[in-house]
């Protein structure tokens, strides 16, 4: 299809494409690479050190972070705003699933078979660990750099790293009986 528009379209999408490049060979670009490389590489550390505390307490600090300078819309604000209401779940989770009294109430309020995954509860923070790794599958990665795209795919890993450290928890806690 040939139309006046579309001609104009390809050139401002052409010269955005220039703009792009030129951007990226500036200091403060090559600057913003390696401070989010060095990101990357501390997620990937906590992922691989596989404590789930510290895992949750790292996104927790991203996510406040993008919302406090890079929420520029209604609906992402409020993506931001649920991430940060989960992930707070999941922290308090935390201190229940280490007391095994506190814990065995949430596994007897878990009792039926839909509230539960491999024998476990899905309790609050399954469920917001769940809901978090599809928020960040979810991102619209189209026009982000490729340090930030690797950075979401390592949140991503880190935070099914720290879904398999809880459910470890809860056997810990519950006893590997539950699996049944």
Do not use: W
């Not at 590489?41 to 992922?47: I, S």
């Not at 989770?93 to 596994?107: S, T």
């Not at 509860?121 to 340090?147: F, V, W």
Request: net charge positive; glycine share 4%; charged share 35%.
């Amino acid at each position: 299809m040939s139309h006046p528009l579309l001609d104009d379209v390809e050139d401002v999408l052409l010269a955005e494409e220039r703009a792009v490049l030129r951007l990226r060979k500036t200091p403060a670009s090559r600057e913003l690479a390696k401070q989010r490389k060095k990101l990357l590489a501390q997620v990937r550390e906590a992922a691989r050190l596989r404590d789930v505390g510290l895992l949750i307490s790292i996104e927790l600090a991203i996510v406040r972070g993008d919302l406090l300078r890079y929420a520029n819309s209604k609906g992402m604000r409020a993506s931001l705003r649920a991430a940060l209401e989960e992930l707070l779940a999941v922290e308090v989770h935390l201190g229940y699933v280490a007391d095994k009294a506190r814990y065995a109430i949430i596994d007897r309020a878990h009792s039926l078979k839909q509230k539960r995954v491999n024998g476990f509860p899905k309790d609050d923070a399954r469920t917001a660990l769940a809901s978090h790794i599809g928020r960040l599958g979810n991102m619209d990665k189209s026009r982000l750099e490729e340090e930030e795209k690797d950075l979401v795919d390592a949140r991503r890993a880190a935070m099914k790293v720290a879904e398999e450290c809880y459910t470890a928890l809860q056997e810990q806690m519950l006893g590997k009986q539950q699996q049944a």
